[in-house]
């Protein structure tokens, strides 16, 4: 399983953000979450190090998961 790996998890739906987390967390990764696309940005800039996996839904409350993506490249 995971070996500490960091994963940018972006959901803006709080149950599924937190039970994805908390799954990734016991596997062995690091988890940063996010709940919109404006967080996921802040939260990727102020990691440790760049996140190996981006994991986020397609539709967020102020853009999407392609526009994540775009922004942290």
């Known amino acids: 399983m995971g070996r500490g790996q960091l994963i940018l998890l972006v959901e803006d739906e709080p149950l599924l953000r937190t039970t994805v ?6 596997a062995g990764f690091q988890v940063l979450t ?3 696309a404006e967080e996921a ?3 990727a800039k102020r990691a440790p190090h760049q996140p190996e996996l981006l994991l986020c839904d397609v539709r967020l409350p ?3 998961g392609p526009d994540v993506l775009e922004e942290l490249r």
Do not use: K, N, Y
């Not at 987390?21 to 016991?26: D, T």
């Open 21 to 26: 987390s908390r799954i990734l967390r016991h």
């Open 62 to 64: 102020d853009g999407s």
């Open 41 to 43: 940005a802040f939260r």
């Open 34 to 36: 996010a709940e919109d």
